[in-house]
């Protein structure tokens, strides 16, 4: 199927300087991390934070003293540009202001990714660069990711509750849906807590970026809490409430719960996602629906004709997870061929979703990393049906590619095919990274705390 210096009064036009002569672009953006993004080079993102760690130094450690050049100049900003994008406070320190330049809020603007862990190894490594300076929304989302031991005990009320639903990701800790299951442990408590939401959102037509996006993810967060305790009707409302102001994972949540009730919705759905431009990933939805029979009769003819669809609408590319799945449900249907030569020409097929789902399209954030692991397996399983020339030029080509866009376990792929990274330096550089990542993740995540 499926055809350190003190800082100076000259600090911000330094740091124009500095990103525009190494990065070549402005700052009083999220620019650094987006066009960071777009290189995947972990070399590159490690070297601007050694860079910058060494001109703000002072005394062995990162000046914690505010910068009131720094301040003066969000308080005279009052668009998006710091005072909101950012999502400082008015008086950040040195490290806590880098850490924000590094941090994607691009990537959260209106995420449809559900999990901290389904983001590439680079995005969530700019997460990890800009809580080690002292960002606390990346620490938080970092300690939240880490599922492991994360103290809650302060988190006791109803407004403490809203604070971390205020994170990315938040409702993918269990420890945080047990928590909120304490704090809203009757009818009464939830119907209050709805209706502070309910009211924060009429009272927020002249909010700020920043507090829109929190509000955004603090709905979606709330949506799952509300799923978990069993209140599809107040679920409902609060995904709906995210799809009236722009939300495209509140969209797609709003239809996961109506179709869940009634798939005859389906082309509702489909219409709802155009202005949103998600309509090849509500193609994709119904795709696994049918595929997996959620809500629906598993039927693999039907879910190949959403999988089609999906396929042809995602022209851009933006959703390379469509094309990994799609790889994965071409994989699946090779093998219930019989016949060696439909076999190779279905995992033919499937390669070439893997490969697509790697690539990502303009202006997108790279795309799935797995996809090098699977295509090296499906050469593999060719070349045992009908012999690939040059199959190890080929495997080496696709980890050769891996580590250029930062994959971490580029250096496995030529292993596992019997090729050694020694002298070869982008896979030692990627590994030195990963190793630098790995040790900053350890420190960070030494305090289980989170930090409002």
């Known amino acids: 199927m499926l055809s350190q210096e003190q800082p100076s009064k000259l600090v911000l036009f330094w740091f124009s300087f500095f990103l525009i002569s190494n990065v070549g672009i402005a700052a009083g953006t999220d620019s650094l991390a987006v066009e960071l993004n777009k290189t995947r080079n972990l070399v590159t993102l490690f070297e601007q934070k050694a860079k910058l760690i060494k001109k703000f130094k002072k005394n062995g450690t990162l000046s914690t003293m505010v910068e009131e050049d720094i301040c003066r100049y969000m308080r005279s900003q009052p668009h998006e540009v710091l005072q909101s994008k950012l999502m400082l406070g008015d008086r950040p320190n040195v490290g806590e202001f880098i850490g924000a330049l590094f941090f994607p809020h691009h990537l959260f603007a209106n995420t449809l990714k559900t999990n901290f862990n389904q983001l590439s190894f680079f995005e969530r490594a700019l997460i990890l660069v800009s809580a080690d300076f002292g960002f606390k929304l990346a620490k938080n989302?970092?300690?939240?990711?880490?599922?492991?031991?994360?103290?809650?005990?302060?988190?006791?009320?109803?407004?403490?509750?809203?604070?971390?639903?205020?994170?990315?990701?938040?409702?993918?800790?269990?420890?945080v849906v047990e928590k909120a299951k304490e704090i809203l442990n009757d009818t009464a408590k939830q119907n209050s807590f709805y209706s502070n939401l309910e009211a924060e959102v009429a009272n927020a037509s002249s909010a700020t970026v920043h507090l829109a996006r929190r509000q955004l993810t603090t709905l979606l967060n709330a949506g799952y809490i509300y799923k978990f305790l069993g209140r599809s009707d107040l679920a409902t409302n609060l995904f709906q409430m995210a799809v009236a102001q722009g939300s495209r994972r509140g969209l797609i949540e709003h239809g996961f719960m109506i179709l869940t009730q009634d798939q005859s919705k389906a082309d509702d759905f489909i219409s709802n996602s155009l202005h949103?431009?998600?309509?090849?990933?509500?193609?994709?939805?119904?795709?696994?629906?049918?595929?997996?029979?959620?809500s629906t009769p598993r039927d693999l003819v039907r879910a190949n004709e959403y999988y089609l669809a999906s396929l042809a609408e995602n022209t851009t590319n933006e959703f390379p997870e469509i094309s990994y799945d799609a790889g994965d449900f071409t994989e699946y249907f090779a093998y219930s061929q019989i016949d060696p030569e439909k076999r190779v020409h279905a995992l033919k097929q499937a390669l070439e979703h893997y490969k697509k789902a790697?690539?990502?399209?303009?202006?997108?954030?790279?795309?799935?990393?797995?996809?090098?692991?699977?295509?090296?397996?499906?050469?593999?399983?060719?070349?045992?049906?009908?012999?690939?020339?040059?199959?190890?030029?080929?495997?080496?080509?696709?980890?050769?590619?891996?580590?250029?866009?930062?994959?971490?376990?580029?250096?496995n792929l030529l292993e596992a095919a019997g090729l050694s990274i020694d002298r070869r330096e982008n896979f030692l550089a990627l590994e030195q990274h990963v190793n630098n990542y790995e040790n900053y993740q350890k420190a960070i995540l030494r305090d289980k705390c989170l930090s409002f």
């Open 358 to 411: 790697t690539e990502g399209g303009i202006d997108i954030e790279g795309g799935i990393d797995k996809g090098y692991e699977k295509q090296i397996e499906i050469l593999k399983k060719i070349n045992n049906l009908e012999p690939i020339t040059n199959i190890q030029n080929k495997i080496e080509a696709i980890a050769a590619r891996a580590a250029e866009r930062g994959f971490i376990y580029a250096g």
């Open 276 to 294: 949103l431009r998600i309509k090849a990933y509500a193609l994709w939805k119904l795709a696994q629906y049918h595929r997996y029979g959620i």
């Open 141 to 175: 989302i970092l300690i939240l990711g880490s599922y492991k031991n994360v103290n809650l005990e302060t988190i006791s009320t109803e407004q403490h509750l809203s604070q971390v639903l205020s994170i990315p990701f938040a409702t993918e800790n269990g420890m």
